[in-house]
C-alpha cells in the first residue's frame, strides 16, 4: 500500500517550470477536442502527440506511463461493451444467440461508434495525464485564484491537499502494521482489519483538525492564506506553440469528422 | 551460532523515489543484538522492512533459515511469525479499541484456540509489566504505555527476532531505560534483536554487533569498539561520537595511556582513569549482594536489607521490580545496574541486586569480567533461603 | 465507479456539469455562511477532506479491480449533511481525477452528481428515516451505506444509458446492460463496503 | 534585564483530564536561553501552551510587559505575534501545500503589504537554510527539513520569544546539531529562546536556566548547574544525570578535588583532569584563526587555510557554513566549534573558525574566559583583509 500519486511525479517533471496556465490551456484544449471530435483521427492523432510529449519532454518513465495507460482499461472495456452490442446500425458482422431467446449483434456502425468512443476515451485519458504529470496542483491553487475561484474553494482545497498526504502516510503505516502482524487472512478478517484501520483513520483526522485550529490560532489565522510566487518564466513562445498545435488538431478533427474506422458514414 | 536470515546483495529502488539500498550484504546470527546505526534516511529502515518480508528487493537475494527465500503467500506468513516487527510510532501499530484487542489481534489471526489466544496475551502483557491495563483503550496510555503495548502485540506471536525500528524515540530518558532492559530481557530469554537508531549513545553499550549505515550501504559492521573508533566513518554517516568515547580519545590525543578495552560506561571510565593515575591505591571493596526474586517470599527482603546494612539497591526485569514495589523498597537503580553496584563497591559501599531468572547468571559473569580485567575482587553475596 | 475522461459524448456532459453547479454554488454559499459564524470549521472540514479521500483511495480487501468507492463521501453526508458534501465531495473527486486518473474533467459533473451528490443523500435519507423509527443502529449503517453504493452504481449505468441509448428500444434496454456489465463488481462492492462502514462506527463508538 | 512575561500561580486542569499544572510561577527575562525539562507528562507542554495564549489558566494570573493579560481577540493576537511557538512535530504545524505559501501564512494573516511578505518569507527561509525550496510541497521534504521550514514560518512574524517544544525530538545528530546551533544564532540575534525538552545532555549545556518539572509543578530552578547538581532532585523528576556529570561526580567520590565549574563539555573535562593531574607540564599550545564571513570574498578563504597551515576548520552560522559549501573547504566541526577548536589548540593544533556577526565576540569571549580559568593562553588571530 505504497501509494503513487501522480501529484509527486508531477512535481519533478522535465516541464516543471513551464508556465502552468500554458499547461492547463494545452491539457484543457486537448480534452475538449478529443470530446468533441466526430471522428476517430483526432483524438488518436492527440493520444500519440502527447504521449510523446509527456515521455520525450517531461521525461516522465515510460514503463510507468504504460502502466497509468492501463488503469483505464477495464471501465473502457465492460463500458464498451453495451455500445457494441447495443447500438447497431449498418450492416451485420457478428451475431450469436443467447438462449433461443434473442440475439446479440455486432454490426458496422457499432464498431465504428466503439472505436470512436474509444478513442475519445484514449485522447481524454492522455490529456488529463498530461494535465497531472506536468502541472502540480500547489501551481494550479494559484491559477485558481487568478481566474477567481472563490477563496473558500481554494483554501479548503489547500488543507485537503495537505491532509491527503499526511492520512495517506499514516494509513500506509497502520496497514503495514497490520500485515505484519498477519491481518487480512480470510474475508471476514479483512474486512474488520480494514474497517479498524479507516476507524482508527477517522479519529487520527479528528484530532488533527483540531491541532491544525491550534496551529492556525498561533499563527494569527485572521481567514487568509498566502498564494504562491508567480513563475517567473512565462514565454510567448511557449504560448504561442500551443495555439498552434491546438489550432492544428482543431483542424485535423474538423478535416476528418466524416471518417469513421470502417468507412461507412454514421447513421 | 547458526544464521537465520541473510541478505545478499540485496537492492532496492522505491517507486518514484530515491535507491533506498544499493547492495547490503548483511547476516543475523542467532542470538545475536544487532544495532544499526545511521542517520535519517540512510536506510535503516527499508532495511528492516525487508527482514519481514514487507519489501520485496528489487534484486538479491534474501536467504531464511539457510534456503533462498519465496514471496509466497505461505511463506510471508511464516517468516513474519518468526520475524516480529516493532514500528517506531505505537500510534500507528496499536489500534485496536482496548489493550486486550490489540495484543489478541496477531494470535487471532494465527489461528490460535481462544484458551491459547488468552494464555499468550496474558504473558506478553505480564512481560512488558502491562497486566491490568487489558480493558483500556490505548489512546488513554502515556507514549512509554503505548510502546510496551506495541511490544507485547509482538511478544504474543512469540517471533524467534525481533525488530525495533527507533525503540526510545519520543520516550523520555526513564521511559527510554524501562525499553532498554526489556530488550536486554528478551535477549537473555533466547530472543534475536535488532534495532535500528541514530541514538549512538544508545547503541555504543547496548549492541554486541553494530551496523554502520549510510547512503543505501553498510558503511562498516563489527563490534561497537570497532565501529566508533573508527571517527572519519562515523563522522561520514552524520552520527557523532559516544561522548564518554570522545573524551576518552581526548585524552590518549594528551597522552593518556590507551586501554584494550574502550570504555563504555561511567564505570568503565573511572576504572581506566584509577589504572592509569591511582595505581597504587589500595582499597577495601564493597559488596554486592544477590538475590533470585524467584527464590524468595515477599516480605523478607527489607528484612535482608536492614540485616545487612546495604546503601543501595537495584532491580533487573519486571518481576523483581514488582516485587520491590509490593515491599515498597525505593530503587536506587533500575538501568545498567551491575555496573552502577560495582561502582559502589569500588567505593566501599554495599549494594543489593534483585533478579530473577538468567540475569543472576549474568550478574555472576560481569562482576566476575571486571574482577579479572581490573584485578580487584569484589565479591558477591547471593541470598540463600535458610 | 467513475467515468473516464472522453467517455460522455456531447451534449451529456455538459448537461452533467449543468446540473452539478448549482448544487456546488449552493453548497459553497452555505459553507461560506458557516464559516463565518465559526471559523474553526475550516481546518476541520478540511482534515475531513483529506480523510474521505484516502479513505476512498484505499483498496478495499477481497475486491480486485475496484477503483475508488464512495464510502467516504456518505460518512460525510452523515457528519456535515448534503450541501457541504457535496463541495467536499466536488474537491475530492477533482483530485482523484488528477492524482489517480479516476475519473476526468469533463466527466467530473457526471461524477459528482452520482457519487457526490445523489448516492450521499440517498444514504443521508435513508439513515435519517431509519434513526427515526429507531431501526436497529447498525443495521441502519449498513443499509445507508449500502443504499448510497448501489444508487451511486444506478446513476452512473444511467448516466451511461443515456449518452448511449440502444438503437432499438432506446434508453431501457441500455441502462439494463449497463446496470448488468457492472453488477458484477458493483453489488459485492456495496455489501464489502456496508460491512466496512458497520466495522468503522463500531470502531467510532467503543472510542 | 527585564522581564517580559510572568506566570503568576498557574493552574490548569484540562476537561475529563488530570490537572496538569499545580500552581506555576514562572517568569522569562529578555535575552535569556530556558530549558524547562522534565519526563514525559510533567506538564511541560501545557505550560508552553500558556506562553501565548493558547490555553487559557483555570486561576493565577499571566503578566504580559507588566500588565496582567486580557484573554481577548485583539490581545492574544499581539501575545502570539510576540510570542512564536514551534510545535514538537512539524507536521501539526505545517498547514499550506508549498513551503512559500506555509512560511507566508503568518505573515499575511499579520496584515502585511505583498511586498513585506515576499521579504519576510525570503529572509525566513535563508535564516533556516531552506531558500529554494519554495515551491516543494512539505510532503516530500525531510523530517528536518520540515522541521525548519515550521521555524521559518514563526520567525516570519519576527516573534520576540521563541517557544520550542522538544526542538530536537526524531531528528538524527546531524539534524538535531544544525536545530541547536539556529536557536544560538537567533538567541545571538536578540531573541528570548525557551525550550522544553527530556533531553538532559542536550540541555545541560545549553541554557542559562534550567527549570525542573514534574507532576505540573515546577520542582527547582537555577543555572545548569544547580539543577543537575541536586541528583535527588532530578531522579525525581524521573530524568537522567549527564554522563559528564555522572562522571565527574564518581570521580569526586573518588576522591578527585572539586572543581567550581561543573564539567558540560568535553573540554570543560580535558581541562578539569588537566587541571588536577596534569598540573607542572608546561605546553606550547595551537591558535584559533578567526574568520569573519561579512568580512571577506569567496575564494579567499582557501588560501588563508594553505597559508596558514590550519589542521582543523569549524563554521558557525548560515553564511559561513554556506561560503565553505561554495569554495568545497571540508568541514571539521560545526557544532560545539569553539570548544573543539580549544581542544585543537590544547593538543598544540591551530584551527580555524568560520563565522559572523555577533557570533565573533562570542568567540572572542569563550576563549579569553577559558584562558582565564584555565591560566593558559590560547591565542586568537583574527583575519584583516589587507
Same mark, same amino acid.
Given at each position: $500500500?505504497?501509494?503513487?500519486?501522480?501529484?509527486?511525479?508531477? &512535481?519533478?517533471?522535465?516541464?516543471?517550470?513551464?508556465?502552468?496556465?500554458?499547461?492547463?490551456?494545452?491539457?484543457?484544449?486537448?480534452?475538449?477536442?478529443?470530446?468533441?471530435?466526430?471522428?476517430?483521427?483526432?483524438?488518436?492523432?492527440?493520444?500519440?502527440?502527447?504521449?510523446?510529449? /509527456?515521455?520525450?519532454?517531461?521525461?516522465?518513465?515510460?514503463?510507468?506511463?504504460?502502466?497509468?495507460?492501463?488503469?483505464?482499461?477495464?471501465?473502457?472495456?465492460?463500458?464498451?461493451?453495451?455500445?457494441?452490442?447495443?447500438?447497431?446500425?449498418?450492416?451485420?458482422?457478428?451475431?450469436?444467440?443467447?438462449?433461443?431467446?434473442? /440475439?446479440?449483434?455486432?454490426?458496422?456502425?457499432?464498431?465504428?461508434?466503439?472505436?470512436?468512443?474509444?478513442?475519445?476515451?484514449?485522447?481524454?485519458?492522455?490529456?488529463?495525464?498530461?494535465?497531472?504529470?506536468?502541472?502540480?496542483?500547489?501551481? $494550479?491553487?494559484?491559477?485558481?485564484?487568478?481566474?477567481?475561484?472563490?477563496?473558500?474553494?481554494?483554501?479548503?482545497?489547500?488543507?485537503?491537499?495537505?491532509?491527503?498526504?499526511?492520512?495517506?502516510?499514516?494509513?500506509? &503505516?497502520?496497514?503495514?502494521? &497490520?500485515?505484519?502482524?498477519?491481518?487480512?487472512?480470510?474475508?471476514?478478517?479483512?474486512?474488520?482489519?480494514?474497517?479498524? $484501520?479507516?476507524?482508527?483513520?477517522?479519529?487520527?483526522?479528528?484530532?488533527?483538525?483540531?491541532?491544525?485550529?491550534?496551529?492556525?490560532?498561533?499563527?494569527?489565522?485572521?481567514?487568509?492564506?498566502? $498564494?504562491?510566487?508567480?513563475?517567473?518564466?512565462?514565454?510567448?513562445?511557449?504560448?504561442?506553440?500551443?495555439?498552434?498545435?491546438?489550432?492544428?488538431?482543431?483542424?485535423?478533427?474538423?478535416?476528418?469528422?466524416?471518417?469513421?474506422?470502417?468507412?461507412?458514414?454514421?447513421? | 551460532?547458526?544464521?537465520?536470515?541473510?541478505?545478499?546483495?540485496?537492492?532496492?529502488?522505491?517507486? @518514484?523515489?530515491?535507491?533506498? +539500498?544499493?547492495?547490503? !550484504?548483511?547476516?543475523?546470527?542467532?542470538?545475536?543484538?544487532?544495532?544499526?546505526?545511521?542517520?535519517?534516511?540512510?536506510?535503516?529502515?527499508?532495511?528492516?522492512?525487508?527482514?519481514?518480508? #514487507?519489501?520485496?528487493?528489487?534484486?538479491?537475494?534474501?536467504?531464511?533459515?539457510?534456503?533462498?527465500?519465496?514471496?509466497?503467500?505461505?511463506?510471508?506468513?511464516?517468516?513474519?511469525?518468526?520475524?516480529?516487527?516493532?514500528?517506531?510510532?505505537?500510534?500507528?501499530?496499536?489500534?485496536?479499541?482496548?489493550?486486550?484487542?490489540?495484543?489478541?489481534?496477531?494470535?487471532?489471526? *494465527?489461528?490460535?484456540?481462544?484458551?491459547?489466544?488468552?494464555?499468550?496475551?496474558?504473558?506478553?502483557?505480564?512481560?512488558? %509489566? #502491562?497486566?491490568?491495563?487489558?480493558?483500556?483503550?490505548?489512546?488513554?496510555?502515556?507514549?512509554?504505555?503505548?510502546?510496551?503495548?506495541?511490544?507485547? %502485540?509482538?511478544?504474543? #506471536?512469540?517471533?524467534?527476532?525481533?525488530?525495533?525500528?527507533?525503540?526510545?524515540?519520543? *520516550?523520555?530518558?526513564? %521511559?527510554?531505560?524501562?525499553?532498554?532492559? +526489556?530488550?536486554?530481557?528478551?535477549?537473555?530469554?533466547?530472543?534475536?534483536?535488532?534495532?535500528?537508531?541514530?541514538?549512538?549513545?544508545?547503541?555504543?553499550?547496548?549492541?554486541?554487533?553494530?551496523?554502520?549505515?549510510?547512503?543505501?550501504?553498510?558503511?562498516?559492521?563489527?563490534?561497537?569498539?570497532?565501529?566508533?573508533?573508527?571517527?572519519?566513518?562515523?563522522?561520514?554517516?552524520?552520527?557523532?561520537?559516544?561522548?564518554? +568515547?570522545? *573524551?576518552?580519545?581526548?585524552?590518549?590525543?594528551?597522552? #593518556?595511556?590507551?586501554?584494550?578495552? +574502550?570504555?563504555?560506561?561511567?564505570?568503565?571510565?573511572?576504572?581506566?582513569?584509577?589504572?592509569?593515575?591511582?595505581?597504587?591505591?589500595?582499597?577495601?571493596?564493597?559488596?554486592?549482594?544477590?538475590?533470585?526474586?524467584?527464590?524468595?517470599?515477599?516480605? !523478607?527482603?527489607?528484612?535482608?536489607?536492614?540485616?545487612?546494612?546495604?546503601?543501595?539497591?537495584?532491580?533487573?526485569?519486571?518481576?523483581?521490580?514488582?516485587?520491590?514495589?509490593?515491599?515498597?523498597?525505593?530503587?536506587?537503580?533500575?538501568?545498567?545496574?551491575?555496573?552502577?553496584?560495582?561502582?559502589?563497591?569500588? @567505593?566501599?559501599?554495599?549494594?543489593?541486586?534483585?533478579?530473577?531468572?538468567?540475569?543472576?547468571?549474568?550478574?555472576?559473569?560481569?562482576?566476575?569480567?571486571? !574482577?579479572?580485567?581490573?584485578?580487584? @575482587?569484589?565479591?558477591?553475596?547471593?541470598?540463600?533461603?535458610? | 465507479?467513475?467515468?473516464?475522461?472522453?467517455?460522455?459524448?456531447?451534449?451529456?456532459?455538459?448537461?452533467?456539469?449543468?446540473?452539478?453547479?448549482?448544487?456546488?454554488?449552493?453548497?459553497?454559499?452555505?459553507?461560506?455562511?458557516?464559516?463565518?459564524?465559526?471559523?474553526?470549521?475550516?481546518?476541520?472540514?478540511?482534515?475531513?477532506?483529506?480523510?474521505?479521500?484516502?479513505?476512498?483511495?484505499?483498496?478495499?480487501? =477481497?475486491?480486485?479491480?475496484?477503483?475508488?468507492?464512495?464510502?467516504?463521501?456518505?460518512?460525510?453526508?452523515?457528519?456535515?449533511?448534503?450541501?457541504?458534501?457535496?463541495?467536499?465531495?466536488?474537491?475530492?473527486?477533482?483530485?482523484?481525477?488528477?492524482?489517480?486518473?479516476?475519473?476526468?474533467?469533463?466527466?467530473?459533473?457526471?461524477?459528482?452528481?452520482?457519487?457526490?451528490?445523489?448516492?450521499?443523500?440517498?444514504?443521508?435519507?435513508?439513515?435519517?428515516?431509519?434513526?427515526?423509527?429507531?431501526?436497529?443502529?447498525?443495521?441502519?449503517?449498513?443499509?445507508?451505506?449500502?443504499?448510497?453504493?448501489?444508487?451511486?452504481?444506478?446513476?452512473? =449505468?444511467?448516466?451511461?444509458?443515456?449518452?448511449?441509448?440502444?438503437?432499438?428500444?432506446?434508453?431501457?434496454? =441500455?441502462?439494463?446492460?449497463?446496470?448488468?456489465?457492472?453488477?458484477?463488481?458493483?453489488?459485492?462492492?456495496?455489501?464489502?463496503?456496508?460491512?466496512?462502514?458497520?466495522?468503522?462506527?463500531?470502531?467510532?463508538?467503543?472510542?
Amino acid at each position: $500500500m505504497y501509494y503513487e500519486f501522480l501529484e509527486d511525479i508531477a &512535481q519533478t517533471n522535465g516541464l516543471r517550470n513551464v508556465n502552468s496556465a500554458v499547461k492547463v490551456l494545452l491539457g484543457l484544449g486537448c480534452i475538449l477536442i478529443s470530446v468533441s471530435s466526430n471522428s476517430f483521427i483526432a483524438p488518436l492523432f492527440i493520444s500519440i502527440s502527447l504521449s510523446l510529449i /509527456i515521455i520525450l519532454l517531461a521525461k516522465i518513465n515510460p514503463g510507468l506511463y504504460l502502466k497509468l495507460l492501463s488503469v483505464p482499461l477495464g471501465f473502457a472495456l465492460t463500458s464498451i461493451i453495451v455500445i457494441l452490442f447495443l447500438r447497431n446500425s449498418g450492416e451485420v458482422i457478428f451475431s450469436l444467440p443467447v438462449l433461443n431467446t434473442f /440475439i446479440l449483434t455486432i454490426t458496422s456502425g457499432s464498431i465504428n461508434e466503439s472505436v470512436l468512443v474509444l478513442s475519445r476515451l484514449s485522447g481524454g485519458m492522455c490529456s488529463l495525464y498530461f494535465l497531472a504529470l506536468t502541472t502540480p496542483m500547489t501551481e $494550479m491553487f494559484l491559477l485558481a485564484k487568478k481566474i477567481h475561484v472563490p477563496d473558500v474553494f481554494i483554501d479548503l482545497s489547500m488543507i485537503i491537499y495537505r491532509f491527503i498526504f499526511v492520512l495517506i502516510e499514516e494509513a500506509g &503505516q497502520i496497514y503495514s502494521a &497490520q500485515t505484519m502482524r498477519l491481518g487480512y487472512g480470510n474475508f471476514k478478517e479483512s474486512i474488520n482489519t480494514f474497517g479498524m $484501520m479507516a476507524g482508527s483513520l477517522f479519529i487520527n483526522s479528528w484530532n488533527k483538525g483540531e491541532n491544525l485550529i491550534n496551529a492556525m490560532e498561533t499563527r494569527c489565522y485572521d481567514g487568509k492564506f498566502a $498564494m504562491l510566487e508567480e513563475t517567473p518564466d512565462f514565454s510567448i513562445s511557449n504560448l504561442l506553440l500551443v495555439i498552434i498545435f491546438l489550432t492544428a488538431v482543431f483542424t485535423i478533427s474538423y478535416l476528418t469528422s466524416e471518417i469513421s474506422f470502417l468507412g461507412d458514414v454514421l447513421s | 551460532m547458526s544464521t537465520i536470515l541473510e541478505l545478499k546483495n540485496i537492492k532496492y529502488k522505491y517507486p @518514484n523515489g530515491p535507491e533506498a +539500498l544499493k547492495g547490503i !550484504n548483511f547476516r543475523i546470527d542467532k542470538g545475536e543484538k544487532i544495532a544499526i546505526v545511521g542517520a535519517n534516511g540512510a536506510g535503516k529502515s527499508t532495511l528492516l522492512l525487508m527482514l519481514n518480508g #514487507m519489501l520485496k528487493p528489487d534484486s538479491g537475494d534474501i536467504l531464511f533459515t539457510g534456503e533462498i527465500f519465496r514471496y509466497d503467500r505461505k511463506n510471508l506468513r511464516e517468516l513474519r511469525r518468526k520475524v516480529g516487527f516493532v514500528f517506531q510510532n505505537p500510534d500507528t501499530q496499536i489500534i485496536a479499541p482496548t489493550v486486550y484487542q490489540d495484543v489478541a489481534f496477531g494470535p487471532v489471526n *494465527l489461528g490460535y484456540s481462544d484458551d491459547k489466544v488468552r494464555s499468550s496475551v496474558k504473558e506478553a502483557l505480564s512481560y512488558v %509489566g #502491562m497486566s491490568g491495563f487489558e480493558r483500556r483503550p490505548p489512546h488513554q496510555l502515556s507514549g512509554g504505555e503505548k510502546k510496551r503495548v506495541a511490544m507485547a %502485540g509482538i511478544l504474543a #506471536m512469540n517471533p524467534d527476532i525481533l525488530v525495533f525500528d527507533e525503540p526510545t524515540s519520543a *520516550l523520555d530518558p526513564a %521511559g527510554s531505560e524501562d525499553v532498554m532492559e +526489556l530488550l536486554d530481557e528478551m535477549h537473555i530469554s533466547g530472543k534475536t534483536i535488532i534495532i535500528s537508531t541514530h541514538d549512538v549513545e544508545l547503541a555504543y553499550p547496548w549492541a554486541d554487533r553494530v551496523v554502520l549505515m549510510q547512503g543505501g550501504r553498510v558503511l562498516t559492521e563489527g563490534t561497537p569498539d570497532d565501529v566508533f573508533h573508527n571517527k572519519s566513518l562515523v563522522k561520514s554517516a552524520k552520527l557523532s561520537i559516544p561522548v564518554l +568515547l570522545e *573524551l576518552y580519545e581526548s585524552l590518549i590525543e594528551r597522552g #593518556m595511556e590507551s586501554s584494550k578495552r +574502550l570504555p563504555k560506561s561511567v564505570l568503565d571510565f573511572v576504572h581506566l582513569l584509577e589504572r592509569d593515575l591511582y595505581e597504587d591505591l589500595k582499597i577495601k571493596y564493597g559488596k554486592i549482594h544477590l538475590i533470585d526474586a524467584d527464590n524468595i517470599e515477599v516480605g !523478607n527482603i527489607s528484612q535482608y536489607i536492614t540485616k545487612n546494612r546495604i546503601s543501595s539497591i537495584g532491580a533487573m526485569g519486571s518481576k523483581a521490580k514488582l516485587m520491590a514495589e509490593i515491599e515498597k523498597i525505593e530503587l536506587d537503580f533500575t538501568y545498567g545496574v551491575i555496573d552502577k553496584c560495582l561502582l559502589k563497591a569500588m @567505593n566501599k559501599k554495599d549494594s543489593l541486586i534483585i533478579t530473577n531468572g538468567g540475569m543472576i547468571k549474568r550478574v555472576n559473569e560481569r562482576v566476575k569480567c571486571f !574482577n579479572e580485567e581490573s584485578k580487584r @575482587n569484589v565479591e558477591i553475596i547471593e541470598f540463600k533461603k535458610e | 465507479m467513475h467515468i473516464m475522461e472522453g467517455f460522455l459524448p456531447s451534449p451529456w456532459w455538459q448537461i452533467w456539469w449543468i446540473l452539478a453547479l448549482p448544487c456546488l454554488v449552493y453548497g459553497l454559499y452555505k459553507l461560506k455562511k458557516l464559516l463565518d459564524e465559526n471559523r474553526e470549521l475550516l481546518p476541520l472540514l478540511g482534515v475531513a477532506g483529506g480523510f474521505i479521500f484516502v479513505l476512498s483511495a484505499l483498496k478495499l480487501p =477481497s475486491v480486485t479491480g475496484s477503483c475508488s468507492h464512495p464510502t467516504g463521501t456518505a460518512l460525510s453526508a452523515i457528519t456535515f449533511g448534503p450541501w457541504i458534501t457535496c463541495v467536499i465531495g466536488f474537491i475530492v473527486l477533482l483530485f482523484q481525477s488528477l492524482f489517480l486518473a479516476h475519473g476526468g474533467i469533463t466527466t467530473l459533473g457526471a461524477n459528482v452528481m452520482s457519487m457526490a451528490i445523489i448516492g450521499p443523500v440517498a444514504g443521508y435519507f435513508v439513515y435519517k428515516a431509519l434513526d427515526k423509527i429507531n431501526f436497529n443502529f447498525f443495521a441502519s449503517i449498513f443499509i445507508a451505506a449500502f443504499i448510497c453504493d448501489i444508487v451511486t452504481y444506478c446513476i452512473t =449505468s444511467l448516466e451511461l444509458a443515456l449518452a448511449f441509448p440502444a438503437t432499438s428500444g432506446g434508453f431501457l434496454p =441500455s441502462l439494463a446492460a449497463y446496470l448488468g456489465v457492472f453488477a458484477v463488481t458493483q453489488i459485492p462492492l456495496a455489501i464489502i463496503e456496508g460491512l466496512v462502514f458497520v466495522v468503522i462506527f463500531k470502531y467510532i463508538i467503543i472510542l
